[in-house]
């Protein structure tokens, strides 16, 4: 005689055991990559937690393996990694990073790379070039990132490279509420915001609109008997007697910002104050900006800025509570552009 099967019709509420059916609760995991510890602490600080222990190991053959030692699973994972020098090194460990991620079982990835790397790579400006950006895109996404958040990003097409959802931060908010603080009254009264090149001036314009300030544009021009080298600044705008703010998205050589503020001073500038998001501080930068033509160099903490390319004149604002609240947003379904006034 057959026996009879017993079976549990899981649709019924009533017939699943006890303890069997649990709601999910969402998990927030940040991780952090070599680049940047220092960075990747405070956001976690900010937000209230502790990176996830992660095993590193670079191999004397230079290949590198990363290892979470706890369980992700299910999480809402986070990656912070910036990609200062050496940027090959930390782009590849980041792959390995989300690939690692993506094999333990974490529900969604997110990068959180303040600085983008390639970013000046957007567009052929020649035959025969690559758009290296777009590249950086595909591999992020190919190794796991469901999501990428980065700050003020060279070039705000690059966030079409990508088929997910992109967070583009702004430092502005952080940087203008320095310069609130700090600005006399008397400074505030003569201050003109100057673009170092007319493919910023979009940007320069919406901080002339909120500090209340006129508007520069320097133009640069080169000299066909010099190559890759800019010899002449035109100055479009009022300059002569004024404090000037040149703001710009990242310094990299400083050759242009440093050009730009003889060219100011030359021309009558009282002061002339530099506001970059990014201090990427290749040699000689550090030498450069200390020329008796820049006044003060005001930069956030995008990237690490070793001992030896700090001066006097620099000043370094904290990011980390910026990418901490956008992170904080993101998890908790909110809205990243709530927290630039709908500018984002």
């Known amino acids: 005689m057959a026996r009879k099967r017993k079976t549990v019709d899981l649709d019924r509420e009533n017939d699943i055991a006890p303890g069997l059916v649990a709601k999910t609760k969402k998990r927030l995991v940040v ?9 990747s602490a405070d956001v976690a600080a900010a937000i209230g937690t502790e990176l996830v222990p992660t095993e590193y190991r670079t191999f004397a053959s230079g290949e590198i393996l990363t290892r979470f030692e706890v369980s992700i699973r299910g999480c809402d994972f986070f ?5 200062g020098p050496p940027v090959n090194e930390w782009l590849m460990e980041t792959l390995i990073m989300l690939d690692a991620a993506k094999r333990a079982s974490a529900k969604r990835i997110t990068v959180v790379a303040p600085y983008y790397p390639y970013s000046r790579q957007d567009k ?39 088929d997910g959802p992109v967070d ?20 505030r009264a003569k201050l003109t915001v100057v673009s170092p090149d007319t493919g910023r001036v979009r940007v320069a314009d919406t901080w002339s609109d909120s500090l209340g300030a006129p508007l520069a544009i320097i133009h640069k021009r080169r000299d066909p008997n010099v190559a890759n080298q800019v010899t002449v600044n035109e100055i479009v705008g009022q300059v002569d007697g004024r404090v000037c703010l040149l703001v710009d998205d990242m310094i990299d050589t400083g050759g242009t910002i440093v050009k730009a503020a003889e060219a100011l001073k030359k021309n009558g500038a009282e ?26 160099v005001v930069v956030t903490d995008t990237v690490p800025i070793p001992e030896h390319k700090r ?33 984002a």
Do not use: N
């Not at 990656?79 to 990609?83: E, V």
């Not at 590249?135 to 060279?154: E, I, P």
């Open 79 to 83: 990656l912070i990694q910036s990609f």
């Open 271 to 296: 002061r002339v104050i530099v506001a970059a998001t990014h201090a990427i501080f290749s040699d000689p930068a550090a030498q450069r900006l200390q020329s008796d033509a820049i006044d003060e």
């Open 311 to 343: 001066f006097p004149s620099l000043t370094i604002l904290p990011i980390a509570p910026l990418l901490a609240r956008a992170i904080h947003e993101v998890f908790e379904d909110g809205s990243v552009t709530s927290m630039f006034d709908g500018a």
């Open 31 to 39: 991780a952090g990559g070599r680049s940047h510890p220092a960075l």
């Open 124 to 162: 052929k400006s020649r035959g025969r070039e690559p758009i290296s950006a777009r590249l950086v895109a595909d591999l992020l996404k190919t190794a796991g990132a469901d999501r990428v958040m980065s700050v003020d990003l060279h070039a705000a097409q690059i966030q079409g490279f990508f």
């Open 168 to 187: 583009h931060l702004f430092a502005k908010p952080v940087l203008l509420e320095y310069f609130e603080r700090t600005l006399s009254a008397a400074d």
